[in-house]
Structure formats: structure tokens, C-alpha cells
């Protein structure tokens, strides 16, 4: 890697970093191209990104961002992770770590929060933007059905009344 690639790789991950919502650090410990295939698989999925940079470019690309205290969790074999969703990278990567004890948490970063492997386990249990949004729909749609319900109520009431008043004089 010459030094206008590693320039250029700073700078797309100095962009990565200012846009997403949460950052996650990983710890390689021999997963297999097969293995790293499948969990860049999941992540897309989910929604997120998972990229393996060497460690001094991704310091370098941390400078001046909101994610500058995930240095310290930069040493050794890392990969990152994120997600503009503030869950879906967190969820992702503690799902295939579940199943999979060649990728370890180290930590990550919520905005400017920093968060160790325990935080991130706790965010990935936190249901994603998109469970939250359908939940509010369905709670913004459930008053409107049972009003609908209720308006629709007494004209079917007035109709069966009807309906059994005809019926009595018909008979």
C-alpha cells in the first residue's frame, strides 16, 4: 500500500466515521475466509459494514471525530463494524460472535459514548430502529382501527334493528 492509498483509506474512514451511529471494535483470532465471507454477509443484511484495517490508518482516520476514545481498543488483529442504525452493527456482530469463537468484542462506541464489550452486548440486545418504527406504527394504526370500529358500531346496530322491525311487521 503506497502512501496515496493509505491517504486515500484514512480519508474514507475519517467519512465512515463522522456519518454512522455506532462503531464496534472486533478482535480476529484466525476466522477463515469462508467465515469472514459469511459474517460481511450478515452485516450487509443487517445493514451495517465490517471492514479489517490495519490499526495506525483507522487512529489516523479517527482524529478529529466523535469516535477518538476507541484508540485504546486498536491493538492487535481488529476489524470494525458499523452501522448508521445505532443497534444494527452491535446486533450483527454479537449474533455471529454467539456462534463463532474465533471473533472476539473489544468494545466500541456509541456517538461520543464509549462503550467496552459488555456495552456492546447490552446495545445489541436494544431492538433496531426498524422494530421500534414498527412498533409505533402499530401503535399509531391500533386507535384508528377501534375507531373505526366503534364509528361503524351503531349504524350496524340501527341496520339490525331495523332489519328486525321489517321482519316482525312482515310477519
Same mark, same amino acid.
Request: proline share 3%; net charge positive; no cysteine.
Given at each position: 500500500?503506497?502512501? /496515496?492509498?493509505?491517504?486515500? =483509506?484514512?480519508?474514507?474512514?475519517?467519512?465512515?466515521?463522522? *456519518?454512522?451511529?455506532? %462503531?464496534? $471494535?472486533?478482535? +480476529?483470532? @484466525?476466522?477463515?475466509?469462508?467465515? =469472514?465471507?459469511?459474517?460481511?454477509?450478515?452485516?450487509? *443484511?443487517? @445493514?451495517? =459494514?465490517?471492514?479489517?484495517?490495519? +490499526?495506525?490508518?483507522?487512529?489516523?482516520?479517527?482524529?478529529?471525530?466523535?469516535?477518538?476514545?476507541? *484508540?485504546?481498543?486498536?491493538?492487535?488483529?481488529?476489524?470494525?463494524?458499523?452501522?448508521?442504525?445505532?443497534?444494527? &452493527?452491535?446486533?450483527?456482530?454479537?449474533?455471529?460472535?454467539?456462534?463463532?469463537?474465533?471473533? *472476539?468484542?473489544?468494545?466500541?462506541?456509541?456517538? @461520543?459514548?464509549?462503550?467496552?464489550?459488555?456495552?456492546?452486548?447490552?446495545?445489541? /440486545?436494544?431492538?433496531?430502529?426498524?422494530?421500534?418504527?414498527?412498533?409505533? %406504527?402499530?401503535?399509531?394504526?391500533?386507535?384508528?382501527?377501534?375507531?373505526?370500529?366503534? $364509528?361503524? &358500531?351503531?349504524?350496524?346496530?340501527?341496520?339490525?334493528?331495523?332489519?328486525?322491525? @321489517?321482519?316482525?311487521?312482515?310477519?
Amino acid at each position: 500500500m503506497d502512501r /496515496s492509498q493509505k491517504a486515500e =483509506s484514512v480519508a474514507q474512514l475519517n467519512a465512515v466515521f463522522n *456519518e454512522v451511529g455506532v %462503531v464496534v $471494535v472486533t478482535r +480476529n483470532l @484466525g476466522l477463515s475466509v469462508a467465515q =469472514s465471507t459469511d459474517l460481511r454477509a450478515k452485516m450487509r *443484511e443487517a @445493514g451495517a =459494514s465490517y471492514k479489517v484495517a490495519k +490499526n495506525r490508518l483507522a487512529k489516523l482516520a479517527l482524529k478529529d471525530t466523535q469516535y477518538e476514545g476507541l *484508540e485504546e481498543f486498536l491493538t492487535g488483529p481488529t476489524a470494525l463494524a458499523w452501522s448508521i442504525d445505532p443497534v444494527a &452493527a452491535a446486533k450483527a456482530t454479537v449474533d455471529f460472535a454467539k456462534t463463532n469463537d474465533k471473533l *472476539e468484542i473489544v468494545g466500541g462506541a456509541m456517538g @461520543g459514548t464509549v462503550l467496552d464489550a459488555n456495552g456492546i452486548k447490552a446495545l445489541a /440486545s436494544m431492538p433496531s430502529l426498524d422494530e421500534l418504527r414498527g412498533k409505533i %406504527v402499530g401503535l399509531i394504526n391500533a386507535p384508528a382501527t377501534k375507531v373505526a370500529q366503534l $364509528v361503524n &358500531a351503531p349504524a350496524a346496530k340501527l341496520a339490525r334493528v331495523f332489519g328486525a322491525y @321489517g321482519a316482525k311487521e312482515a310477519a
